[in-house]
């Protein structure tokens, strides 16, 4: 999977080097409540923040759109975790053995699984400073005036994220009844997510889902699986 490309308007934080850890306290503004990072939920809720557009930003369409794509990037997950096909391995899909979210998250390194989220030498998960630095933004808007849509897209991804990691429950998966994409079977489910840019694709036997599928959500595009049960 690979991480969004990021606008460069960016607020450029003195001490930014910190940032580097992922582990300062949770940046805060009124009507806004974030985990800290270095607990999974925070964690996850970055990564959800991290892969949608907010107002300004390249793909941004609309409230609703970022937020079906938090979910379906949070479900991409869970099926790489929970459900993967018959015929098919973990290690195939994930590049990793693990029942654990955030190893699955930073397998690979720094520009492994998902480009930007990984473990420190102490073995502690974290994020390139780019991550925290667009939430201190993010954040900073949300705090001006009354809370609007950039509070109710960082609390959405809070919300996700700790439903699945502290609840355990998920939203209804929108792929998950796909049988047939352009004539190919496949598996249902989304397993990966790269930019919607041009002919970008995870490669191997990785299905683009169309946008006559909405395959397209918050600037990403997903993909299913080719199913090999005849």
Do not use: C
């Not at 990021?6 to 009124?30: F, N, V």
């Not at 930073?106 to 473990?119: K, L, P, S």
């Not at 420190?120 to 954040?139: A, F, H, I, M, S």
């Not at 998920?170 to 190919?184: E, H, I, Q, R, Y």
């Amino acid at each position: 999977m690979e991480s969004r490309p990021k606008p460069s308007r960016r607020i450029l934080l003195a001490g930014a080097w910190l940032l580097a850890a992922g582990l300062l306290t949770a940046p805060t503004a009124a009507g806004v409540d974030l985990a800290p990072a270095q607990s999974p939920e925070g964690y996850v809720a970055r990564l959800l923040i991290n892969e949608v557009p907010f107002p300004g930003e390249r793909g941004w369409e609309s409230e609703a759109d970022s937020k079906d794509a938090m979910r379906q990037v949070l479900l991409v997950l869970d099926a790489r975790l929970k459900h993967i096909p018959a015929r098919y391995t973990q290690r195939q899909i994930a590049s990793i053995q693990t029942d654990d979210i955030i190893d699955l998250m930073t397998a690979g390194g720094i520009h492994g699984q998902i480009d930007g989220f990984y473990r420190d030498d102490r073995g502690r998960p974290v994020t390139v400073p780019r991550v925290n630095t667009r939430l201190e933004y993010l954040v900073g808007i949300a705090s001006k005036g009354k809370p609007g849509t950039f509070a109710r897209l960082l609390n959405h991804a809070q919300f996700l994220a700790s439903s699945y990691v502290l609840r355990k429950e998920t939203a209804p998966d929108l792929f998950a009844p796909l049988k047939v994409v352009s004539g190919t079977p496949v598996t249902g489910r989304a397993y990966s997510w790269m930019t919607d840019v041009g002919d970008f694709h995870p490669g191997g036997r990785f299905v683009r889902i169309p946008d006559d599928e909405q395959g397209g959500l918050g600037g990403n595009r997903f993909f299913t699986l080719q199913n090999l049960v005849p």
